[in-house]
């Protein structure tokens, strides 16, 4: 899936909440920061214009890009924050 625009990731929020859930938002393996390299199965992120990122998020747990969190979820309040892509939440998915 990807999320578009707010209307979208508010009812992404809706859906999930009072739960976090994976939204299908992945980071390459070739990316050199934290904030870099983050794409949707669609595309890059950046191509999109739209993001939802948490404040300080995605931070790759200390700031420091060496791939510990490269998998994409929205939490309860609708921001989005980089995990660990083996941890277990609930996910969304769209055909």
Do not use: K
């Amino acid at each position: 899936m990807s999320i578009e625009d707010s209307a979208e990731n508010d009812c992404m929020r809706d859906a999930t909440a009072p739960y976090s859930a994976w939204i299908g938002l992945g980071q390459g393996a070739s990316a050199a920061a934290p904030t870099a390299g983050w794409s949707w199965h669609t595309g890059p992120l950046e191509s999109q214009g739209f993001a939802a990122f948490a404040i300080d998020e995605p931070d790759d747990a200390d700031g420091i890009e060496d791939h510990v969190e490269d998998c994409g979820l929205i939490d309860p309040s609708g921001e989005w924050r980089d995990e660990a892509c083996g941890g277990e939440n609930y996910f969304i998915c769209e055909w």
